[in-house]
């Protein structure tokens, strides 16, 4: 019975001791465990989640992410190519691909992290200063703009062409840095430009520029105002003088041809024969003078005319 | 993480013995049955861990697990739309990294054109989680690299665009191209989010830049103004004058015909008289002339009758009267 009760004694005192000095641990499944003894690694990497067994004392778990890091560069001021002063912010993606060459090399993620800036840094910084700016800024070669129907006819800046393009300059510092950070155990997953943004400096510059543009389409505009509504009352002039001028034409015509009718009835009708010709005359003079003689006129009468000839004899003298 | 040290602490308790133990063993249950017993949010699905490896994933209401920290639960929001912005921030929000510090934003707003000019673009996006393994366990900090892909994307679209189209007509397309190339990384870093939308928020020129864009605006409003009022005098003169040219159109018409009718009713009229004439020529002709000069001459107020060789008078009567004079 005695003897029962200090076995059980002692087992569970083994339980206990065993617990306490760390034998069990968990590994997440965000984590690869790596042991060390001494500080030196042991065994394999452990990269399944769950609970593990080690010596209790001697050997030491090194968690190890598994997950997707980030590494987030430093805005820094660089010039490219075409001597822009640029503020650049670069992150990356990244994961630790051989735990037990990080651990000997880097041992946390901080050296690692400072590792990172030194390579990428300097990388992108050789990968900026050998590219234009629209390089960087620009990703697909074959894109062309679209242009407002307001500003079609206006002088407005346009996409600039492209060479290479962004994706591929940071294909170009990933191939660039992942062969230097692999001896590391690191895998670089991606490099992406975060931002980029003028300096300071340049900005200035930009800004003017850009009012100028903006300027230049507002004068434009203002002078398109101005022409369109010049031409619109050219427009209207010809328009009016056309009219008027169309009309007095036809006008003139349909008289000039009312004229020609009526005279010709005229002649037909007085040239028909000799006795018309003088009835015409006769009858025209007749009616000349119910138009010339008034009560204002002095009519000097000679005997020897056919009104009065009877006065002197009664055969007139003709 | 040895932190099971309760059980042993039960046999060496009985020592005592009393009430003591009875009281620790009836803590002891408590404290297991409430670290047993979970909930799981209705919008959440809960991913259970046992000893740090994924056991399952539960649904909303009540679960019981394996007490003692041996079990894990972390709720994921699965079926809540979630949301990041930039450049500005709303207030209330539900996801951690929904916005970033007042300082940064016009760091995230400020972006180079594809014709080299900046324009300041706020967005917005609107996302879930649809993984929830990947969301915890592929990728650390989710949020936040979600906002840097988001920040990389946007710059990518923006930079093959002109700054004319980022500020009017491409606002669309640039909004559903950020957001297929956003799903694309999401998908690459299996991330296990889906995005569900990016909306373009506030669009403008740089600050300083402002006046200029609004002072094109306003130039494109003063020559449609110009055009439209030259357009209004044009529409004002021209149907008028129009109507005045038909109107003397229709005048030189009427001319026409009372022209022609006028020479045929003279014309009858000298016909019918002629036809008479010819019968008896010389005194048709007396007598018009008689009857014109009865009805001409008594008009005239001085009449003067002189023998036909007395001719002397003429000179006398022109200088005292100054009057027509019709001799016949």
Redesign the interface.
């Known amino acids: 019975m005695n003897n029962m009760k200090s076995v059980i004694?002692v087992v569970?005192l083994i339980?206990?001791g065993l617990?306490?000095?760390?034998a069990?641990?968990?590994?997440?499944?965000?984590e690869r465990v790596l042991i060390t003894q001494f500080g030196k690694p042991i065994g394999e990497v452990i990269d399944?989640?769950?609970?593990q067994f080690k010596v209790p004392f001697i050997q030491v778990v090194n968690r190890i992410?598994?997950?997707?890091?980030?590494w987030?560069g430093d805005?820094n001021d660089m010039p490219t190519k075409d001597k822009l002063y640029i503020t650049v912010?670069m992150?990356g993606?990244w994961r630790i691909k051989d735990p037990l060459q990080y651990f000997l090399r880097l041992r946390d993620e901080r050296s690692a992290q400072s590792r990172l800036e030194d390579i990428l840094g300097s990388e992108t910084r050789n990968a900026v200063a050998r590219h234009e700016?629209?390089e960087i800024?620009?990703?697909?070669k074959d894109?062309t703009?679209?242009?407002?129907p307001?500003?079609a006819d206006v002088d407005?800046?346009?996409?600039?062409p492209i060479t290479k393009g962004?994706?591929q300059i940071e294909a170009d510092i990933l191939d660039a840095a992942s062969g230097k950070l692999a001896e590391f155990g690191i895998e670089l997953?991606?490099i992406?430009?975060?931002?980029?943004?003028?300096n300071e400096s340049v900005?200035q510059k930009?800004?003017a520029?850009?009012?100028s543009?903006?300027?230049q389409?507002?004068?434009?505009?203002?002078s398109?105002?101005?022409g369109?509504?010049?031409?619109?009352?050219g427009?209207?002039e010809r328009?009016?003088k056309t009219?008027?001028s169309?009309?007095?034409r036809?006008?003139?015509t349909?008289?000039g041809?009312?004229?020609a009718?009526?005279?010709a009835?005229?002649a037909?009708?007085?040239n028909?024969?000799r006795?018309?010709v003088?009835?015409?005359k006769?009858?025209k003079t007749?009616e000349t003078?119910?138009s010339?003689?008034?009560?204002?006129?002095?009519?000097?009468?000679?005997?020897?005319?056919?009104?009065?000839g009877l006065?002197?004899q009664i055969e007139p003298?003709r | 993480?040895?932190t099971?040290?309760r059980t042993?602490d039960l046999?060496q308790m009985r020592l005592p013995g009393g009430f003591g133990p009875i009281i620790i063993v009836a803590a002891l249950i408590v404290w297991t049955l409430f670290s047993a017993v979970f909930t799981v949010p209705a919008e959440s699905v809960g991913v259970v861990?046992?000893?740090?490896?994924?056991h399952s994933a539960v649904e909303p209401g009540l679960h019981f697990k394996l007490p003692f920290g041996i079990d894990q639960v972390t709720p994921v929001p699965v079926k809540r739309q979630l949301k990041e912005e930039f450049g500005f921030s709303t207030p209330g929000a539900t996801f951690q990294d929904q916005s970033s510090a007042p300082g940064q934003w016009t760091?995230?707003t400020?972006?180079?054109?594809?014709?080299?000019?900046?324009a300041m673009v706020e967005w917005i996006i609107q996302f879930r989680i649809e993984k929830p393994f990947d969301y915890?366990?592929?990728?650390?900090?989710p949020g936040?690299?979600l906002r840097?892909?988001s920040?990389?994307v946007m710059?990518?679209v923006i930079?093959?665009?002109?700054?004319?189209?980022v500020l009017?007509?491409?606002r669309q397309?640039i909004e559903a191209t950020a957001q297929v190339k956003l799903q694309d990384v999401v998908n690459?870093?299996a991330m296990g989010l889906r995005i569900d939308q990016i909306q373009l928020k506030n669009v403008n020129?740089?600050e300083?830049?402002q006046a200029?864009?609004d002072?094109?605006n306003?130039?494109?409003q003063?020559?449609?103004?110009?055009?439209n009022?030259?357009?209004g005098?044009?529409n004002k003169?021209?149907p008028r004058?129009?109507g005045?040219?038909?109107q003397?159109?229709q005048?030189?018409?009427g001319?026409?015909?009372?022209?022609?009718n006028?020479?045929?009713g003279?014309?009858s009229r000298?016909?019918a008289?002629?036809s008479e004439?010819?019968k008896a020529?010389e005194v048709t002709?007396q007598r018009?002339?008689?009857e014109?000069?009865s009805?001409?001459?008594p008009?005239?107020?001085?009449?003067?009758?002189?023998?036909?060789s007395a001719t002397s008078?003429?000179p006398l009567?022109q200088l005292s009267?100054p009057?027509?004079?019709?001799?016949?």
């Open positions: 004694l569970i339980i206990v617990l306490g000095s760390g069990f641990y968990t590994v997440d499944e965000t399944e989640a769950g609970l992410e598994k997950r997707i890091l980030v987030d805005a912010d992150f993606r700016l629209i800024i620009r990703t697909s894109r703009q679209e242009v407002d307001l500003l407005i800046s346009t996409l600039l962004r994706q997953l991606d992406r430009f975060k931002r980029i943004n003028y900005r930009i800004y520029r850009m009012i543009e903006r300027d389409i507002a004068e434009r505009f203002r398109e105002g101005a369109e509504a010049a031409r619109i009352t427009d209207k328009e009016l009219i008027e169309k009309a007095y036809e006008v003139q349909i008289r041809k009312a004229d009718t009526a005279t009835i005229y037909g009708s007085y028909q024969s006795e018309a003088e009835l015409y006769f009858v007749l003078y119910r010339v003689i008034d009560s204002n006129t002095t009519l000097i009468l000679t005997t020897d005319s056919d009104l009065m006065l002197k003298a | 993480m040895a099971q040290l042993p046999s861990q046992r000893f740090g490896h994924y760091l995230e400020t972006m180079v054109t594809g014709d080299l000019n900046t915890l366990f592929n990728v650390r900090d936040d690299t840097d892909v920040e990389s710059r990518e930079g093959d665009r002109t700054v004319d189209e009017t007509i491409g397309e690459k870093y020129p740089p300083p830049v200029s864009f002072r094109v306003e130039a494109q003063e020559r449609e103004q110009l055009i009022v030259a357009r005098e044009f003169a021209i004058t129009r005045e040219a038909d003397r159109l005048a030189a018409q001319y026409a015909i009372e022209r022609v006028e020479a045929e003279d014309v000298f016909n008289l002629l004439y010819n020529p002709k018009l002339y008689m014109t000069l009805e001409v001459l008009l005239v107020q001085s009449k003067v009758i002189v023998d036909e008078v003429l009567l009267t009057k027509t004079k019709e001799p016949l």
